[in-house]
Structure formats: C-alpha cells, structure tokens
C-alpha cells in the first residue's frame, strides 16, 4: 500500500522568505497529489493539486513540483507571509478519488516577523 | 448553509461510553465524508455517503463505529464504547462531486476519551 510522508515535521521561515515544504510517496502507481493548508481550529483547505502527467503546476504564490522518478512532491510558498503559519500536508492517491488517498503526517510552518 | 457545519466542537467521553458527532454538509452537496485525525496530523479516511446511501466504507472499523446520513437531519457518527485510542479530532467534508479536491472540510470535533 501507499505510505506518505515529510521530511521535517516543522519548518520556520522569515517573513518574506521562500518556504519549500517536502513529501515523499511509496506508490509508483500514484496519479494525484493534493497540498492542504489546516490552520488550528480548522479542517484542512485545498491549496493546489497536481496529476502524475505534470511536473509543475503554479497557483497564487504557489508552486507544486513533482518528481516522478524519486516520488518526492514540494510545496512551495513565495514571499511567505504571517498568514502562511499553519501545517501543511500532501495528500496522495491513485486517483482523485478520496476513498484510496493517503495523508502524510504534515509539517508545521512557522513564519518569523 | 454555506459551511460545513460540525456539532459538538469537543466531546469527552468516559472509557465505554458513547460518543456522537453531527454534521450538517454544505447545501447543495451530495457527498459526505468522514475522516479521523490522530496524533501527528495523519488522517484517516473513515466512511463516505452520497445523500443517505454508503458510498464506500473501507475505513470504518468493523466494530463499534456506526455512520448514518438521513433525509432533512445532519449526518452523524456514533462511536460505541468508547476506548482511549478513539481521541481524536474527527472532520466531516462535503461536495458535489467525488473528486478530493472538490471536498470542503468542517472545523472538526474533538473527541477526548478518558
């Protein structure tokens, strides 16, 4: 089955700066990645999502990138702002559907005045 | 409503005791999802309806956890006996759509069992 996880359980950043947050899939048959923001006291929000045919996908401020070959997947955040601070964790599966996905463990981003 | 709603926001419960969690999706939204989060943030697929039906309920325990979606009431999700590993915040999401990326997450019930 499909293990998820991250490589820093948090992460604190200058506000200003660029964040790059890390997850790492198992399944080489994984078709669909989500990032999720969830602040405290709330349910995860959808930021960006991103199918295995891409390599990039660009939003608001942020950028998704997947490398296939390594099964690694990055979020990143440019000019990260106060905002910002909340866990942030990826969530993959075979498909868009969320009967099979599998979320990673999250990282905890914390943005420095 | 405009949000997803969810009722009780904490709940705390005895070791055996019965715990009970509401939601009310979003109007208009078909699908309903039920997801636990545990320790460390992992999160764990529970059970999904569309309107009152099941949909898929692959990650329901087999024991003790009960969900239902009934016609004009919130949906809800009753643990039986309680036991200390069932603390948790648990999320319901809705959305029109199967599709993850179209669910809409509530504020989560956070279940402490004592």
């Known amino acids: 089955g499909e293990s998820v996880g991250l490589h820093l359980p948090t992460l604190s950043v200058q506000e200003g700066d660029n964040s790059i947050i890390n997850c790492a899939y198992s399944n080489s048959a994984s078709d669909y990645f989500i990032w999720y923001k969830q602040e405290s006291g709330k349910g995860p929000q959808f930021i960006i999502d991103?199918?295995?045919?891409?390599d990039k996908r660009q939003g608001q401020r942020v950028t998704v990138l997947l490398n296939k070959t390594v099964k690694h997947l990055s979020l990143q955040i440019a000019a990260t702002q106060p905002g910002d601070s909340a866990v942030y964790f990826c969530a993959v599966g075979e498909d868009n559907y969320g009967q099979n996905f599998v979320f990673g463990p999250g990282t905890r981003l914390s943005v420095l005045p | 409503g405009e949000e997803v709603a969810q009722t009780p926001k904490h709940l705390v419960r005895g070791e055996g005791q019965k715990a009970k969690l509401y939601c009310a999706p979003i109007?208009?939204?078909?699908?309903v999802f039920w997801y636990q989060q545990v320790l460390k943030n992992e999160f764990k697929f529970l059970i999904s309806?569309?309107?009152?039906?099941?949909?898929?309920e692959t990650g329901m325990p087999k024991e003790r956890f009960s969900a239902k979606c009934l016609p004009n009431s919130p949906c809800s999700l009753e643990i039986q006996a309680t036991k200390l590993e069932d603390s948790a915040v648990y999320f319901c999401a809705s959305s029109q759509g199967t599709g993850v990326n179209e669910q809409f997450f509530g504020p989560g019930t956070r279940l402490t069992v004592l």
């Open positions: 109007k208009g939204h078909s699908y």
């Open positions: 309806f569309q309107n009152e039906n099941v949909f898929d």
């Open positions: 991103i199918r295995s045919n891409m």
